[in-house]
């Protein structure tokens, strides 16, 4: 596609459930990344995939949460037994990790909303 | 690791006035540098980037940034600001061999009529 599409745009879950977030990348893109945006608060790290590389996790806050990418198509950020602290906007971003023109490009987000 | 500071978490202008918004990096070398910006509504967009060369780079929509290396520093200034301007303003920073980009808290800019 065009640009990064993420679904859903909006996701209302109960404390306690599982929900799966997906990201489409632009196609070409090595790159992709998660990032979580808390109400008001700034672009907090999560993961970053570059290529066939292993995932650089540093950023997940716990171990309920887990991503995956396939190759260099789609990824799914899961997050299990959800809090309502999780509650926050989650954003990807694709780049094709091109040394001359590197920048993000960044999907409209999940709206995560956690009761 | 590297690592972003935004000192400000909010500044408000007068339409007209100049901008400058700080933005602080730590990195053991020199980094890439962005600027990011999110309107209302909107996705984030990027106003400019520094990878090497001239330390003072244009941007979109009338925006500039200076690379300090020796502050660490990496401002964005705009010399009038414009209602339309009012937005969250994201300081980001790569690092050269992965790329991995981490981003500031931001600075959310008001524009007073």
């Known amino acids: 596609g065009a640009g990064v599409s993420q679904s859903p745009s909006n996701k209302v879950t109960e404390k306690g459930k599982d929900v799966e977030l997906r990201c489409d990348p632009i196609s070409g893109h090595t790159a992709l990344y998660w990032y979580r945006q808390r109400l008001g608060q700034g672009l907090e790290f999560l993961i970053y995939?570059?290529?066939?590389?292993?995932?650089?996790k540093s950023g997940l806050p716990s171990d309920r949460f887990s991503a995956e990418r396939t190759g260099e198509s789609v990824s799914t950020l899961t997050i299990q037994r959800t809090q309502q602290e999780d509650s926050a906007v989650y954003l990807c971003a694709s780049s094709p990790r091109d040394r001359d023109d590197e920048k993000l490009f960044f999907g409209s987000g999940t709206q995560l909303s956690v009761l | 690791a590297q690592s972003v500071t935004q000192p400000d978490i909010h500044i408000t202008v007068s339409e007209g006035a100049s901008l400058e918004l700080r933005c602080n990096y730590s990195y053991g070398a020199t980094p890439y540098l962005f600027w990011y910006v999110q309107s209302p509504g909107q996705g984030l967009q990027l106003l400019l980037k520094y990878f090497s060369g001239d330390t003072l780079v244009q941007g979109i929509k009338g925006f500039e940034a200076e690379f300090k290396r020796s502050q660490s520093s990496f401002n964005l200034r705009k010399p009038s600001v414009h209602w339309s301007d009012a937005a969250e303003y994201f300081c980001?920073?790569?690092?050269?061999?992965?790329?991995?980009?981490?981003f500031g808290a931001g600075t959310r800019l008001f524009v007073k009529a």
């Open positions: 980001a920073v790569g690092d050269t061999g992965g790329f991995k980009t981490i």
């Open positions: 995939f570059q290529g066939n590389s292993a995932p650089d």
